[in-house]
């Protein structure tokens, strides 16, 4: 019955009628009890009215009582309260508290059921007193005398019967107000939404029938033009239409998209998605076969100078050679200029490599394309040797694809494990780069710069040391060093450290001698950046030291260009007093151009050649030319790597004087370096007094 009435399968006008009537009920009923409870609560304001009238009523006949102690007197005058359920029980008192007169009322308990304690107003019984006085004549005059008191003791009882009865009484009228509401609003729902709702409902169930019959007619509905139906019904008609359409160009879609899921659209070869395809299959068959990576040198040039559209060429005639060339094998673009063959039953070098020879030279005919040929890089990898998956092939053809392109493209190379693990911590080497520009996850150590014939400090080499976190994964800070040159990131971390060098200088100048520098190196990328000049003046100003106190060392290991910003940097700073030393001169890019064209205040010579001193002939004879052309220019030379006195004494013998190596001190901390300064000085100080 329940589900009939609300039921999701009963028509919407018997649900709405259905919810309407239970809502009334429950509505009256829930009324009509809250006013028979607030009803109630009247009623016993009521009743204290009347029980404190009738014992305000029998005062001064229970004062005669009390005085006069007639029990007598005073049970008649309590028998009026008998049969009262007001009192539980009414007493006469004298002056003592003794009782003088006293009745008891049997109490008369209905059970009340649980929820009726709830509605019910609660009161417990209310006790009565008055006190009683009579007048006497005393000293010539009448005085009032207290002679005992009146105590009742009131019942509040509601009992269950006066509330169902009161509740009954109202929830007669309140239903029937409520129920001729709900009985008003359904025959308007059903006027004015369920009539013309089933109206609608029946042309749809009619039209579909007609539908298919093809024969189908647009929805109309009298009456309702205007308003939420007519919308209704034009929207249902529109929507037909549109589906309609939309599922004829859905198949047409569908059709194309079948076409066009597994096929390159500009080359008509498999895409990538057809290629993992077919490598999932021929894994699982355990059969052996070659995967070869191709990649066409230079392609992103040529689009560049010749535009995409003669790229697209260029595209479809490498696929057509290597439909030709390669006929057996399954060959897929899966990206750009890259393609991927794969060639079944080749597993030997050799046999591969003689196939893919002619590759790497293409002739192209010129008729549209502006060039008469194109080279290829060329990776290869074997299944099941080099991958037993698709990504694990894909992986070793990448790889493979990448050494051919290092070795210097339009070669053929074959994965390598060894080329895969330098990849891998290449790519170890620049997270760990680019955490440290994030975090700033570093420390600066500084070497000291000695002076041979004094023994005192004059400067400071700043070198970057990993902190602990890094060392853990086994990246040296030359290797980060190096990929920042490679990848560029140079820059942003050469801003770093100068920033930190800066810092820690700043911290310990006044303990310093007046001519200390402290040496930064920075590569030639960073030095003609953008903003280099302002991030120096910025470091300087920020921490208070002078730009005079900075030695700029330039490292030979990437090339200088040649460039106005090169120029006006360079003067900038020898205006600004910084020194600019190159570093480890003999083993880079410099040359005798260097020297003229830059100026350089100060060469340093690597140490891999005052480590041969002083029994290497070629050393000593380098050595002698650097500083004949460093007095002849005017600039200073710093020996690196001195480690042993032997060294020393070679070097202050041929008019050398500024040195760096473990031999006078490893890389110290900031905090090392200083108490070296101060132990320095302390000797030197020592030997003068002496």
Same mark, same amino acid.
């Given at each position: 019955?329940?589900?009939?009435?609300?039921?999701?399968?009963?028509?919407?006008?018997?649900?709405?009628?259905?919810?309407?009537?239970?809502?009334?009920?429950?509505?009256?009923?829930?009324?009509?009890?809250?006013?028979?409870?607030?009803?109630?609560?009247?009623?016993?304001?009521?009743?204290?009215?009347?029980?404190?009238?009738?014992?305000?009523?029998?005062?001064?006949?229970?004062?005669?009582?009390?005085?006069?102690?007639?029990?007598?007197?005073?049970?008649?005058?309590?028998?009026?309260?008998?049969?009262?359920?007001?009192?539980?029980?009414?007493?006469?008192?004298?002056?003592?508290?003794?009782?003088?007169?006293?009745?008891?009322?049997?109490?008369?308990?209905?059970?009340?059921?649980?929820?009726?304690?709830?509605?019910?107003?609660?009161?417990?019984?209310?006790?009565?007193?008055?006190?009683?006085?009579?007048?006497?004549?005393?000293?010539?005059?009448?005085?009032?005398?207290?002679?005992?008191?009146?105590?009742?003791?009131?019942?509040?009882?509601?009992?269950?019967?006066?509330?169902?009865?009161?509740?009954?009484?109202?929830?007669?009228?309140?239903?029937?107000?409520?129920?001729?509401?709900?009985? &008003? =609003?359904?025959?308007? *729902?059903? +006027?004015?939404?369920?009539?013309? /709702?089933?109206?609608?409902?029946? %042309?749809?169930?009619?039209?579909?029938?007609?539908?298919?019959?093809?024969?189908?007619?647009?929805?109309?509905?009298?009456?309702?033009?205007?308003?939420?139906?007519?919308?209704?019904?034009?929207?249902?008609?529109?929507?037909?239409?549109?589906?309609?359409?939309?599922?004829?160009?859905?198949?047409?879609?569908?059709?194309?998209?079948?076409?066009?899921?597994?096929?390159?659209?500009?080359?008509?070869?498999?895409?990538?998605?057809?290629?993992?395809?077919?490598?999932?299959?021929?894994?699982?068959?355990?059969?052996?076969?070659?995967?070869?990576?191709?990649?066409?040198?230079?392609?992103?040039?040529?689009?560049?100078?010749?535009?995409?559209?003669?790229?697209? &060429? =260029?595209?479809?005639? *490498?696929? +057509?050679?290597?439909?030709?060339? /390669?006929?057996?094998?399954?060959? %897929?673009?899966?990206?750009?200029?890259?393609?991927?063959?794969?060639?079944?039953?080749?597993?030997?070098?050799?046999?591969?490599?003689?196939?893919?020879?002619?590759?790497?030279?293409?002739?192209?005919?010129?008729?549209?394309?502006?060039?008469?040929?194109?080279?290829?890089?060329?990776?290869?990898?074997?299944?099941?040797?080099?991958?037993?998956?698709?990504?694990?092939?894909?992986?070793?053809?990448?790889?493979?694809?990448?050494?051919?392109?290092?070795?210097?493209?339009?070669?053929?190379?074959?994965?390598?494990?060894?080329?895969?693990?330098?990849?891998?911590?290449?790519?170890?080497?620049?997270?760990?780069?680019?955490?440290?520009?994030?975090?700033?996850?570093?420390?600066?150590?500084?070497?000291?710069?000695?002076?041979?014939?004094?023994?005192?400090?004059?400067?400071?080499?700043?070198?970057?040391?990993?902190?602990?976190?890094?060392?853990?994964?086994?990246?040296?800070?030359?290797?980060?060093?190096?990929?920042?040159?490679?990848?560029?990131?140079?820059?942003?971390?050469?801003?770093?450290?100068?920033?930190?060098?800066?810092?820690?200088?700043?911290?310990?100048?006044?303990?310093?001698?007046?001519?200390?520098?402290?040496?930064?190196?920075?590569?030639?990328?960073?030095?003609?950046?953008?903003?280099?000049?302002?991030?120096?003046?910025?470091?300087?100003?920020?921490?208070?030291?002078?730009?005079?106190?900075?030695?700029?060392?330039?490292?030979?290991?990437?090339?200088?260009?040649?460039?106005?910003?090169?120029?006006?940097?360079?003067?900038?700073?020898?205006?600004?007093?910084?020194?600019?030393?190159?570093?480890?001169?003999?083993?880079?890019?410099?040359?005798?151009?260097?020297?003229?064209?830059?100026?350089?205040?100060?060469?340093?010579?690597?140490?891999?050649?005052?480590?041969?001193?002083?029994?290497?002939?070629?050393?000593?004879?380098?050595?002698?030319?650097?500083?004949?052309?460093?007095?002849?220019?005017?600039?200073?030379?710093?020996?690196?790597?001195?480690?042993?006195?032997?060294?020393?004494?070679?070097?202050?013998?041929?008019?050398?004087?500024?040195?760096?190596?473990?031999?006078?001190?490893?890389?110290?901390?900031?905090?090392?370096?200083?108490?070296?300064?101060?132990?320095?000085?302390?000797?030197?100080?020592?030997?003068?007094?002496?």
């Amino acid at each position: 019955m329940i589900s009939k009435l609300f039921g999701t399968e009963a028509p919407l006008l018997r649900r709405f009628v259905a919810s309407v009537m239970l809502l009334s009920i429950i509505g009256g009923l829930v009324i009509s009890i809250v006013i028979a409870t607030a009803k109630l609560n009247h009623l016993n304001t009521e009743k204290e009215q009347a029980a404190r009238l009738q014992l305000e009523n029998i005062l001064d006949s229970a004062a005669y009582a009390a005085f006069n102690l007639d029990s007598a007197q005073g049970l008649s005058l309590l028998k009026g309260f008998e049969g009262d359920h007001l009192f539980q029980a009414v007493i006469i008192f004298d002056n003592y508290e003794d009782v003088v007169a006293s009745i008891e009322q049997p109490s008369e308990e209905e059970h009340l059921t649980g929820w009726m304690h709830y509605l019910l107003p609660v009161h417990e019984n209310f006790t009565l007193s008055y006190p009683l006085s009579f007048k006497i004549y005393r000293d010539s005059q009448f005085v009032d005398q207290h002679v005992g008191n009146l105590i009742g003791k009131v019942s509040f009882h509601t009992s269950e019967s006066e509330f169902y009865d009161l509740v009954s009484t109202i929830c007669l009228s309140t239903m029937v107000e409520v129920l001729l509401i709900a009985i &008003i =609003l359904s025959i308007f *729902f059903h +006027n004015q939404i369920g009539r013309p /709702l089933t109206k609608i409902i029946h %042309s749809i169930e009619k039209n579909a029938k007609l539908e298919r019959q093809k024969n189908a007619r647009p929805l109309e509905i009298n009456g309702h033009e205007n308003d939420e139906f007519g919308l209704l019904v034009n929207a249902y008609n529109n929507s037909v239409q549109q589906a309609v359409n939309y599922m004829r160009e859905l198949e047409c879609a569908k059709a194309e998209l079948k076409a066009l899921s597994e096929i390159d659209p500009l080359t008509n070869v498999s895409n990538r998605r057809a290629l993992l395809g077919e490598l999932n299959t021929l894994c699982n068959n355990e059969h052996p076969f070659a995967l070869v990576s191709l990649d066409i040198d230079y392609f992103g040039g040529y689009n560049d100078a010749n535009g995409h559209q003669a790229g697209d &060429i =260029l595209l479809v005639r *490498f696929a +057509n050679v290597l439909k030709q060339h /390669l006929p057996q094998a399954s060959i %897929s673009r899966t990206g750009g200029d890259e393609f991927v063959c794969i060639i079944p039953s080749l597993y030997h070098q050799q046999s591969v490599e003689d196939l893919l020879m002619p590759l790497l030279n293409i002739a192209v005919k010129e008729d549209v394309v502006s060039t008469p040929w194109l080279s290829t890089s060329i990776g290869v990898a074997f299944f099941p040797e080099n991958g037993q998956t698709p990504r694990q092939l894909l992986h070793a053809t990448d790889i493979a694809l990448y050494v051919a392109k290092e070795a210097g493209r339009r070669c053929i190379r074959f994965y390598d494990k060894d080329a895969d693990i330098a990849r891998s911590n290449r790519e170890a080497v620049r997270k760990a780069l680019q955490r440290i520009i994030e975090t700033k996850e570093f420390t600066l150590y500084y070497q000291p710069k000695v002076s041979m014939k004094t023994g005192l400090v004059t400067g400071c080499e700043a070198l970057l040391r990993l902190n602990h976190s890094e060392r853990q994964q086994s990246v040296a800070h030359v290797d980060i060093v190096e990929e920042a040159e490679r990848t560029g990131l140079i820059v942003a971390l050469g801003r770093e450290i100068m920033r930190r060098a800066f810092l820690d200088v700043s911290q310990v100048m006044e303990h310093l001698p007046d001519d200390f520098r402290f040496s930064v190196n920075v590569s030639p990328q960073q030095l003609t950046s953008e903003g280099f000049i302002a991030e120096l003046l910025s470091c300087s100003e920020d921490n208070d030291v002078p730009l005079q106190s900075l030695d700029i060392e330039i490292t030979e290991s990437s090339q200088m260009i040649n460039t106005d910003s090169t120029y006006k940097v360079r003067n900038w700073l020898k205006n600004a007093g910084v020194t600019v030393s190159l570093d480890d001169f003999g083993t880079g890019f410099a040359s005798l151009e260097y020297l003229l064209t830059y100026g350089f205040d100060q060469i340093k010579i690597d140490r891999q050649f005052t480590q041969v001193l002083p029994g290497d002939d070629d050393a000593k004879a380098i050595f002698n030319v650097v500083k004949y052309l460093a007095d002849k220019l005017d600039m200073a030379v710093i020996a690196e790597g001195v480690e042993t006195l032997d060294q020393e004494t070679y070097l202050l013998n041929q008019g050398f004087e500024l040195a760096q190596g473990y031999f006078y001190a490893k890389p110290l901390t900031i905090e090392d370096f200083m108490r070296f300064v101060a132990s320095r000085q302390a000797k030197h100080s020592s030997c003068l007094d002496s």
